[in-house]
């Protein structure tokens, strides 16, 4: 184990952050911390990172809505 | 803990200091000089009557007053200081193992009969005891030269010189509590302190972009992995309030050092400084 951790410098880094996020998280979790902070809001489309599929949709409906947008400009004449 | 070692950790706190001599000398002796001409000028441009009536309200307010309870109006002249110290010690600690691999220095200390964790040991030492003694003693001869000039001032308009005498002993406790603040400071910030010395042992080029880029990633992963914001919660309860830090009373100084924050704090950076002995042995 101890040969792993101290393969080089990466995996150390790396069991160093693990180690430091898991007792921040941990202590988080134990002592009732609040858990978010910040919401990120973004006005021009909804995007969670724990639901991709969701986010693949939402982007096809969007991408659906401009298109039907831009055939509804070019049949009235407008560019 | 026998002699030799503590001549060993003497011998690398005293060569932190003479390495890094502007920064933690050179640095507040600048600041101090700034304070003292621009006092002198605005000292200058005042009439005289007006300077006079100035002095004489100083002295009946500082006299027979306790310096204790004085003190903390001096903390004000002390936030330039603090603040020097705070992005002085950022550098310094961001700089100081890189250079040491940058420059192959690091060849030669492994070579000594020292050890990694006191070579970063020293570095903590440095910045939470050392670094604010400098810093105090600066502020203090800031502090003589300023009533040399003010009981000239008071003795050439014939005001009481008493309350100033007053004021010096107030001007003298405070440093006490600017001490004790950067103390608490340090240690209430010394995940800062680990993180910093981490990457400084650990990047290749530039450290700083190092700590400040994986901090935001490993910000970004806590989200998407656990769903959670606590480490930009944690960072946010330790850095948006000074007065979590800085000391205003005596009475408070235990209280501020022994409370589960600073403690949890003390464990968060122990981690990080371990991370950061460790990786000291990568050299290359």
Request: proline share 3%; aromatic share 14%; glycine share 6%.
């Amino acid at each position: 184990m101890k040969n792993i951790i101290l393969k080089n410098r990466y995996t150390l880094l790396v069991v160093t952050l693990v180690v430091y996020l898991g007792v921040l998280v941990a202590e988080g979790a134990i002592t009732g911390r609040e858990v978010r902070v910040f919401e990120f809001e973004n006005p021009f489309f909804d995007f969670n990172v724990n639901n991709f599929e969701g986010f693949g949709e939402s982007r096809s409906d969007s991408d659906r809505d401009r298109d039907r947008d831009e055939d509804r400009d070019e049949a009235s004449g407008d560019v | 803990m026998d002699r030799f070692t503590i001549v060993q950790f003497y011998a690398l706190l005293r060569r932190e200091v003479l390495e890094h001599r502007n920064l933690f000398i050179g640095a507040p002796a600048v600041v101090a000089l700034l304070i003292l001409v621009a006092t002198s000028w605005v000292a200058m441009q005042i009439d005289e009557t007006q300077l006079a009536e100035g002095l004489s309200y100083i002295s009946v307010l500082f006299d027979g007053l306790s310096p204790f309870d004085m003190a903390p109006f001096f903390m004000l002249l002390a936030i330039p200081f603090m603040l020097t110290l705070y992005i002085c010690s950022a550098i310094y600690l961001i700089n100081t193992l890189f250079q040491d691999r940058k420059e192959m220095s690091i060849l030669f200390w492994q070579s000594m009969p020292v050890s990694n964790l006191q070579t970063v040991l020293s570095k903590v030492f440095t910045v939470v005891i050392v670094a604010p003694i400098f810093y105090v003693l600066i502020i203090f001869a800031m502090y003589l030269i300023g009533m040399i000039l003010l009981t000239i001032l008071v003795v050439s308009n014939e005001v009481d010189l008493v309350g100033i005498g007053w004021m010096f002993l107030a001007a003298i406790a405070s440093l006490v509590l600017i001490y004790c603040s950067a103390l608490v400071t340090s240690l209430w910030l010394l995940p800062t302190i680990g993180w910093l010395l981490l990457f400084s042992a650990f990047a290749k080029k530039t450290p700083l972009l190092w700590a400040g880029g994986v901090f935001i990633l490993v910000g970004f992963f806590e989200d998407f992995i656990f769903g959670t914001q606590y480490l930009a919660n944690w960072v946010q309860s330790r850095a948006a309030n000074p007065n979590q830090y800085l000391i205003f009373e005596f009475q408070s100084l235990l209280e501020r050092i022994f409370n589960y924050e600073t403690l949890f704090g003390i464990v968060v950076g122990s981690v990080l400084i371990t991370g950061a002995v460790y990786m000291r042995r990568f050299t290359d």
